[in-house]
């Protein structure tokens, strides 16, 4: 069955995610596990939005009280906001829902700004920087409770942090399959018992073409830019999600896209963050396991993941 | 008829009488050793440092490289991000018993039914080989 897959594609989280499954397991048809996967990612797309004034995320940001009790994935969300703060050394911040709303950012976005229209009009390109208060210090999770401690006010952004630990946790659940593939709006998790090589194709921001095509087996992805959540706002300037913590404002770089490859969904996500915040001198750092990077100007950059040798290839050098 | 007697015959080996030649032999004798020894000394490291390179190099090779590949170090990795060091194994706990508990109730509404993805308006649909998967900003 290793090569007859079972697949769906659905609206979610403002975007378009879609599920591949192949092999049964003891317990579970990949058919029966394509729904599974489905319907997790639509109940926690209710649970996590900004933008559902009953979402628990929402419930949570607006809680007077210090110590809030919590979902255990909402617990491992916060988690995972606290660190990407300390990886990134504050880069990464997922404590800036009050900033990302004052630049406009209050609800999906349909028709976003065209991408070149919003670079001539965007200011001078410079790095981003960690905020001078970082506030995301100031979260506190107790995975054993689960609760979640901040000072009332402090509001967190699901953002893509939240779709790569989702892929994450539908990739543990669908490992004993022989082949999945899980994108949660552009986060993969790709895995399985075969160890299927898939191709992973980079789509450009600009013009949608294939800018460069991966084959792994088992690995996390991500893609972040500029280009798909970008508006005017009131002031008649551009704006997007990435917000540079030192100023709260939409981050101008001189990158618009990075995809990252990384053993998690969650640490893609935080790596192509933060490649696109430090800006181009130093974003192919911020990439380790591999990636793309896509430059202002149209030009991309290839940053090929660390060889693997495999067995049939040191069959052909013995 | 004591003049008449012979004087004591000769050692039939006059080197053992020779302190020097005997101390040479036994300095050969040492030096032998002494190469013997480095050589099985050198063998035996030589021998283990093969073995130890072809059981890495075989491991790397087949693509079961554990910092990179292998799903327990992957799981690792991910847990690292939503849970405390202190706090992994009952984080694992939660977050398994939150996925068992939403696959329930997936598994509760699906019975029976056909929905995989009314909700949505496209259903699920099945193909043959390994389709490929594309990236692009969410």
Redesign the interface.
Same mark, same amino acid.
């Given at each position: 069955m290793n090569?007859?897959? &079972?697949?769906?594609?659905?609206?979610?989280?403002g975007?378009s995610c879609?599920?591949?499954v192949?092999g049964d397991t003891d317990t579970r048809s990949a058919?029966?596990a394509?729904?599974?996967a489905? /319907?997790?990612l *639509?109940?926690w797309h209710e649970r996590f939005s900004r933008f559902i004034s009953e979402s628990e995320l929402s419930r949570l940001n607006r809680d007077p009280r210090r110590e809030v009790p919590v979902?255990? *994935?909402m617990?491992?969300?916060a988690?995972?906001v606290i660190?990407?703060g300390a990886m990134t050394g504050g880069l990464v911040d997922g404590a800036l829902a009050k900033e990302i709303r004052i630049a406009g950012y209050t609800d999906d976005i349909h028709q976003p700004l065209a991408l070149r229209r919003a670079l001539q009009l965007a200011p001078a390109r410079q790095p981003a920087a960690a905020a001078p208060g970082a506030r995301w210090r100031e979260i506190e999770?107790?995975?054993?409770r689960?609760t979640v401690t901040r000072p009332p006010g402090l509001e967190l952004d699901s953002g893509?942090l939240a779709?790569g %630990?989702f892929a994450?946790?539908l990739? +543990?659940?669908l490992?004993d399959h022989a082949?999945f593939?899980i994108?949660?709006?552009?986060? %993969?998790s %790709?895995?399985g018992r075969a /160890?299927?090589?898939?191709?992973?194709?980079?789509?450009s921001?600009f013009d949608?073409r294939?800018l460069h &095509?991966f084959e792994l087996? /088992?690995t996390g992805?991500? &893609?972040?830019?500029?280009?798909? /959540?970008s508006w005017l706002d009131r002031n008649g300037r551009p704006a997007h999600h990435l917000l540079d913590p030192a100023t709260g404002r939409p981050a101008y770089t001189g990158i618009v896209?990075v995809?990252a490859l990384?053993?998690?969904a969650?640490?893609a996500e935080?790596h192509a963050k933060a490649a696109i915040l430090h800006g181009p001198r130093l974003a192919s750092a911020r990439l380790p396991h591999g990636g793309v990077i896509v430059f202002d100007d149209g030009t991309h950059q290839v940053i090929a993941p660390?060889p693997?040798? &495999?067995?049939g +290839?040191?069959r052909c050098v013995a | 008829m004591p003049e008449n007697r012979t004087p004591p015959a000769p050692h039939s080996d006059p080197q053992q009488l020779d302190p020097t030649a005997l101390a040479r032999s036994r300095r050969e004798g040492m030096l032998l050793r002494t190469r013997k020894i480095r050589r099985s000394v050198a063998g035996l490291a030589l021998g283990l440092f093969t073995a130890a390179f072809l059981a890495v190099y075989v491991q790397l090779a087949s693509g079961h490289d554990p910092a990179l590949t292998a799903n327990a170090e992957r799981r690792n990795v991910s847990t690292s991000l939503v849970a405390s060091t202190s706090s992994k194994a009952a984080a694992e706990k939660k977050l398994a018993a939150e996925k068992a508990a939403v696959e329930k109730t997936t598994a509760e509404e699906a019975a029976g039914t056909e929905a995989t993805s009314t909700e949505t308006g496209e259903a699920s649909t099945e193909s043959s080989g390994t389709s490929a998967v594309t990236t692009s900003q969410s």
């Open positions: 090569g007859h897959e &079972t697949n769906a594609s659905f609206d979610c989280f975007s879609s599920i591949v192949s058919a029966d394509v729904s599974f489905q /319907r997790s *639509l109940d979902s255990p *994935l617990a491992g969300f988690q995972a660190e990407a999770v107790d995975l054993m689960n893509g779709k %630990l994450d946790v990739g +543990e659940a490992a082949a593939a994108n949660c709006a552009g986060d %993969l %790709l895995g /160890r299927t090589r898939r191709q992973i194709k980079v789509e921001p949608g294939t &095509t087996a /088992r992805v991500a &893609t972040s830019g500029i280009g798909r /959540r896209q995809t990384a053993p998690s969650l640490l935080i660390p693997v040798i &495999t067995l +290839e040191l | -």
